[in-house]
């Protein structure tokens, strides 16, 4: 038996049934087609039968209900759209409404951070669109909930050497105590405004003060982990259970992040059994809290991030290995809907 068809037995799918699928997004122009986990997930829903529409997150809102006019909710503009191969030009829409996110039988919520006070207000709305019985993944409630960089506080046997903190004096303590030391935002994305200072940086005082806006925000620092030279895994937990494939991020020469987007290299290879211990460790819990769809990120042998906004990685796993983890999803979605 494949990995695939392994996995995806896990996941009771297979379904004739046509699901009609609203996917929340930034603007469709501004997704990559050739390596985004967004696209190929609408590539797999029209594959398996389904109706595809997007629906850009700017446009989500909410109005009462006036009898014999608004049936009142959350509403959206949503796009249909026939998905094409080719990466440059993959996609055509059919048409456009605006309509009430009950009309769909499943909204997938994949817009990317920052997490900021929209993405919070988008939420909000979610919740209210679950409320009134419209399934959406991951949960709202759960995508607010955790923080994708403090949500490892919650699996210290598994973190590295973490300080959390906007106190400046503790966080030089931090780098004296541990000598190497990884510093990032909270609130950042693909690699964006992560630091690694060495005890002796003569430069250490002044990105401390930048990142922490001299004391006024909180932000994650970590030791050093030299492992990363072998790739900052991200591996895909798709209902709870692992994909038996992650993909390694290996930085460019001269750098320490090993994200795609800052020119890191993905390496597809088989979860080790360090890697497959984190993953169903977490993969059930995570999952009973409504989070379809998460990516964690280990290196070596450390939990660093639980990724839950939009964890992407699915192209390369596949283009690498076979395994069709896009698939997969769609898979588990028809699944939580009933019809497999």
């Known amino acids: 038996m494949t990995q695939q068809l392994h996995f995806e037995k896990h996941l009771l799918g297979g379904s004739s049934q046509s699901l009609k699928l609203a996917f929340i997004l930034d603007p469709l122009d501004s997704l990559k087609a050739w390596k985004d986990s967004s696209v190929a997930m609408m590539r797999a829903a029209e594959k398996h039968g389904h109706e595809v529409y997007a629906i850009d997150c700017a446009t989500l809102g909410w109005r009462t209900a006036e009898p014999g006019h608004h ?136 990105i401390i003060e930048t990142l922490t806006h001299e004391g006024a925000r909180t932000v994650m620092a970590q030791r050093y982990l030299p492992e990363i030279s072998q790739g900052d895994k991200r591996i895909l937990l798709i209902a709870g259970k692992p994909v038996p494939y992650c993909l390694a991020r290996i930085p460019k020469a001269g750098e320490t992040r090993g994200n795609l987007a800052v020119g890191g290299t993905g390496v597809a290879q088989e979860l080790s059994p360090r890697d497959r211990e984190i993953a169903e460790h977490l993969g059930p819990i995570l999952f009973k809290r409504g989070l379809m769809l998460v990516g964690l990120d280990v290196i070596g042998s450390h939990l660093t991030e639980i990724n839950v906004t939009s964890p992407t990685c699915m192209v390369e796993i596949r283009q690498q290995t076979g395994f069709d983890a896009a698939g997969a999803f769609i898979t588990a979605i028809e699944h939580a809907c009933g019809i497999s």
């Open 71 to 206: 049936a009142g909710g959350v509403f959206g503009e949503a796009v249909h759209l026939h998905l094409r191969p080719d990466d440059h030009d993959w996609y055509r829409e059919t048409h456009r409404e605006w309509l009430p996110l009950k009309a769909f039988d499943a909204v997938i919520m994949r817009k990317d951070p920052p997490f900021d006070f929209e993405y919070i207000t988008a939420t909000w709305l979610l919740e209210r669109a679950e409320a009134s019985g419209v399934r959406v993944f991951n949960r709202p409630r759960a995508l607010r909930e955790h923080s994708e960089k403090i949500a490892i506080t919650e699996f210290e046997q598994y973190a590295p050497t973490t300080l959390i903190a906007r106190d400046m004096h503790l966080l030089q303590h931090f780098i004296d105590e541990q000598r190497d030391v990884i510093l990032k935002p909270l609130d950042g994305m693909g690699g964006s405004q992560i630091f690694r200072i060495h005890r002796n940086d003569p430069n250490r005082n002044v």
